[in-house]
């Protein structure tokens, strides 16, 4: 029993199944919109987005949480007929990638407007619709953990334990930081994924077993970003792995017994806005990266807590505790 | 184009228009400014309809006192919406132009400043002025939609405390884009409108193309920057008429004596005038101050301090249509299909 908001309403914890809890339908830094040279005919980038989420489905996934921010491309009304048309649910965020894809009209509001703002589009709705957000997105800016980045995350606990809905991370840069941001908001630590723990960008597979001893959950989430897929045309990005090294790095904490503390995804953009991915789909997860798993003897019942369980705990709402936003401003006044 | 356009042709959203044809000129204003993200906050309301009925008044009040055309200098980040441009320049018959370019760099998305590249940087200088410079001549963009009617000058800005370098990148765009198109550049000057002068000249732009504004600021005043940016051949705008020193800029009365000066110095044909109006605000306050302002309050005001009817003329008419005018003609509009309003995505 449980409840879970998607961009068609809520469902039942029990109707998630197979879920992919980092994926993108597209994102884009804000501005990219305006650049025709990533500008595509909507009824191509319909199809591939649909092309892409079908085969997820065909290999049994269900569910996909859509990491997208608030103003990086995130796009209820698409999302609506995307989820429509391929059967596959869509959980929208509210929160911000990282302070650095923050708009110019919230750069400067406080902790208490920016968890007013999350609050409203987990209770109310997200940009005039009715259409309510299922988790909260927060991170880390290029250069690591800015003042702005530490005001989101304070904003995203607060609001988190209000409305009862979990956060996911852009980033484990910093990661000790951002867990104690959270816990000073008095958020328990099993309501965040610490997101790209297996990216490129400030690996350390060290903080992996930090932040699982900690109660966070890993977020190997950046699977199918790999090196080996760069070509001349499209580099891998910045953020790839070679593939084998990844697969040690997660392998790494699930025989040291951690594998409840993991969760897995692609962060695979359907149609990217704005820059060049190499091929990737969330599709991959099922097809490639699962299998990689139980060729090195990860068992049925691991991938089903990796695919089903752990997302479906995270995932569903707990008793939501409206107060906490007033009392959390009523504290702050105090000051 | 048309054989109607004689030398001098000015782009406005419905497309180029000869000089001549703009009379009385408002430039250096925003029509729709919206603070970029402002369209996500709960607390904001977005009512097309509320605006165009706002800005509907406030261009037939323009119209009436004498005003003909009107000039957008928000660039392409700050709620431009050419569309309703168009349509209220229709419905009007103002004539309305639009800008392109971006900054200050606080107005901007990180797309421009931030690239998903190791490390991060910037969008690379040819591709910022190849962005303007489309907006000249396929049209303005429509995001991921379509292309609609061109913008007809770029503008940029710097920080009050002082250009960072991010918009010296801007500045250096945008003066690419105004060699590459003919069209002109309107910078909003931070501390140093002399150094910022100079980004744009080094990037090889004649500086009689260069529109600085904000120079009727007390600090400008006090510097002289306004007589010290004309005898450089630069157009100074004195651009907050109605504005007032508990601002930070001067009286109405010290703006006409700038004006008056600068004609004293045979610079006069180096001046343009405007309030810094806001049509319609949305995420920000702005201040009271309309598009009647310079018409009602500011010109009456010239006269009586001395000015003659050539001088008014001179500097509501004459200046803005030459400095508004594309050089040549490789900048002007060529929609990709000829005699239609829009260019669908590819
Ligand atoms: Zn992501």
Redesign the pocket.
Same mark, same amino acid.
């Given at each position: 029993m449980g409840k879970i908001n998607t961009v068609l309403g809520p469902i039942a914890t029990e109707q998630l199944g197979v879920t992919a809890l @980092?994926? =993108?339908i597209g994102?884009g830094l804000p501005g990219c919109d305006l650049d025709t040279k990533w500008w595509e005919a909507r009824p191509k980038m319909l199809e591939v987005t649909i092309n892409k989420l079908r085969r997820f489905r065909e290999l049994g996934g269900r569910t996909i949480v859509d990491? &997208?921010g608030i103003g990086t491309g995130r796009d209820i009304s698409y999302w609506q007929v995307v989820s429509r048309v391929t059967g596959v649910n869509i959980v929208p965020m509210t929160g911000f990638?990282s302070g650095d894809t923050v708009l110019p009209y919230f750069r400067d509001k406080s902790i208490e407007y920016l968890a007013d703002l999350f609050y409203h589009e987990i209770t109310v709705g997200i940009e005039g619709t009715n259409v309510k957000a299922g988790a909260i997105k927060a991170g880390v800016s290029r250069g690591g953990l800015s003042e702005l980045d530490e005001r989101v995350y304070r904003a995203a606990a607060r609001a988190a334990r209000a409305a009862g809905v979990p956060i996911l991370t =852009?980033l484990s840069i910093d990661a000790d930081r951002q867990m104690d941001l959270i816990e000073m908001e008095g958020l328990s630590l099993d309501r965040i994924v610490i997101? @790209?723990s297996d990216g490129k960008e400030g690996l350390d597979p060290e903080r992996d077993f930090r932040i699982a001893e900690r109660g966070a959950y890993v977020g190997y $989430? &950046?699977i199918g970003f790999d090196t080996e897929k760069g070509t001349p045309e499209v580099p891998a990005p910045f953020w790839a792995r070679p593939k084998g090294e990844r697969l040690d790095q997660v392998m790494n904490l699930f025989n040291a017994g951690y594998a409840n503390r993991a969760i897995i995804s692609c $962060?695979a953009n359907c149609f990217a806005l704005g820059w060049a991915s190499t091929e990737h789909s969330v599709a991959e997860l099922l097809e490639n990266f699962i299998p990689d798993l139980k060729d090195r003897g990860v068992s049925d019942e691991t991938v089903k807590m990796l695919l089903v369980d752990t997302p479906a705990s995270f995932l569903t709402m707990q008793d939501p505790q409206p107060n906490l936003v007033e009392a959390a401003k009523k504290a702050t006044a105090q000051v | 184009m048309a054989d109607h356009l004689k030398d001098n042709v000015v782009q406005t959203v419905l497309g180029p228009i000869s000089a001549d044809e703009l009379g009385v000129v408002l430039p250096q204003v925003q029509i729709l400014s919206i603070i970029p993200g402002a369209e996500f906050a709960p607390e904001i309301e977005m009512d097309q309809q509320k605006q165009y009925d706002a800005l509907k008044v406030a261009l037939i009040e323009y119209k009436r006192l004498g005003g003909q055309t009107i000039v957008d200098n928000g660039g392409m980040f700050k709620g431009r919406n050419v569309q309703l441009y168009r349509t209220l320049s229709k419905e009007t018959g103002v004539h309305i132009i639009a800008s392109t370019g971006l900054g200050p760099g606080t107005m901007v998305g990180s797309y421009f400043t931030t690239q998903q590249t190791e490390p991060p940087g910037p969008m690379p200088l040819d591709r910022l002025a190849e962005m303007f410079a489309n907006e000249i001549t396929k049209g303005t963009v429509i995001p991921r939609r379509e292309r609609t009617g061109p913008a007809g000058l770029i503008c940029t800005a710097a920080n009050k405390d002082g250009i960072t370098e991010f918009e010296k990148h801007l500045y250096r765009g945008s003066a690419q884009a105004a060699l590459q198109t003919g069209a002109a550049v309107s910078i909003q000057a931070g501390k140093d409108p002399v150094y910022e002068l100079d980004i744009l000249e080094k990037e090889g732009l004649d500086v009689s193309r260069v529109i600085v504004g904000g120079l009727d600021s007390l600090d400008a005043d006090e510097r002289g920057d306004a007589l010290t940016i004309a005898r450089r051949g630069a157009i100074v705008a004195l651009d907050h008429a109605g504005w007032t020193p508990n601002r930070g800029y001067v009286s109405n009365d010290r703006r006409a004596q700038l004006v008056l000066e600068l004609f004293k110095e045979g610079l006069g044909d180096r001046v343009i005038i405007s309030s810094n109006a806001v049509g319609y605000a949305v995420g920000h306050e702005a201040s009271q101050i309309g598009f009647d302002h310079v018409l009602t309050s500011f010109v009456p005001m010239f006269r009586e301090a001395g000015a003659t009817e050539e001088q008014v003329k001179q500097l509501l008419e004459v200046n803005p249509q030459r400095i508004l005018s594309l050089e040549g003609e490789k900048g002007l509009f060529k929609p990709e299909v000829e005699g239609v309003d829009i260019t669908w995505v590819k």
């Open positions: @980092h994926e =993108h994102f990491c &997208t990638v =852009h997101g @790209h $989430d &950046t $962060d | -």
